[in-house]
């Protein structure tokens, strides 16, 4: 079972209202005491970015990211080591209650994001549909969104160029590239207005291809299976439908 900094914030969410941790915690430590990993979601797009960049000026193909975390509250540290690192034995409890003494409203879900994304889409459908056809230079963009989002150092690296080389290949940011080809499949679709679950169900499109198997609810489905086949068709050895379920 791989713990993430999104799963595990939907778990404990009724807390952010009730307020009542001790009710949630037992469920906290059974769930640890089963075999769990921790996956760090956020920084995959970064993690992928770096890792391309390298093997573009080396003239190779990047080499694979490891998006595993040593315990949980790693999974909110970005592209580095948690404050706490020190800590030994910080059970997954623990943390949440830290967490949540200090930043209750890591916990609140994402009913107050969802308008943003919401306002994002509707901005992004009234564009020319020559311009959010044009994939690979919104690719590119996304890219250079990214650079100032992380602070990445690009150095020389010709952006355009680069940004080419990794979209030609879904497999150099894999992550990224299934999140930005779904992105694009639901822009597509004028009738389909973004959900509050869509934050969380996109948090996780970026760790499918590093998991062994993940659940996608029925509409997301649909646009995952038709990005994964256009993937395919570009390359063979992507077959994320092999690792997803409907349910459980």
């Keep these: 079972m791989a713990l993430t900094h999104t799963n595990v914030c939907e778990f404990v969410a009724p807390i952010s209202k009730s307020r009542d941790f001790l009710s949630i915690r037992p469920f906290l430590q059974r769930i640890e005491a089963f075999p769990v990993c921790y996956l760090r979601e956020p920084s995959i797009p970064a993690e992928e970015i770096i890792a391309a960049l390298d093997g573009f000026t080396k003239g190779c193909e990047p080499q694979p990211i490891n998006p595993y975390v040593l315990?949980?509250?790693?999974?909110?540290?970005?592209l580095g080591p948690a404050p706490a690192a020190k800590v030994v034995?910080?059970?997954?409890?623990?943390?949440?209650?830290?967490?949540?003494?200090?930043?209750?409203e890591a916990f609140e879900g994402y009913a107050n994001k969802a308008p943003l994304l919401r306002q994002q889409f509707a901005k992004d459908r009234k564009l020319s549909a020559n311009i959010r056809k044009d994939l690979v230079g919104n690719f590119v963009e996304t890219l250079r969104r990214y650079q100032k989002q992380w602070n990445l150092n690009y150095g020389g690296v010709d952006v355009d160029v680069c940004g080419r080389w990794i979209y030609e290949n879904p497999a150099r940011c894999p992550g990224l590239r299934l999140s930005y080809d779904m992105r694009h499949e639901?822009?597509?679709?004028?009738?389909?207005?973004?959900?509050?679950?869509?934050?969380?169900?996109?948090?996780?499109?970026?760790?499918?291809?590093?998991?062994?198997?993940?659940?996608?609810?029925?509409?997301?489905m649909h646009y995952f299976q038709t990005v994964t086949k256009k993937l395919r068709n570009i390359n063979p050895a992507i077959d994320y439908d092999r690792q997803t379920y409907r349910r459980i």
């Design 71 to 78: 315990r949980w509250d790693y999974t909110f540290h970005l």
């Design 186 to 220: 639901i822009l597509a679709n004028p009738a389909d207005i973004p959900l509050d679950s869509d934050i969380p169900d996109f948090a996780h499109i970026f760790a499918i291809p590093y998991v062994d198997a993940a659940t996608i609810d029925r509409r997301m």
């Design 89 to 104: 034995g910080y059970r997954l409890d623990e943390i949440v209650y830290d967490l949540f003494r200090e930043y209750p």
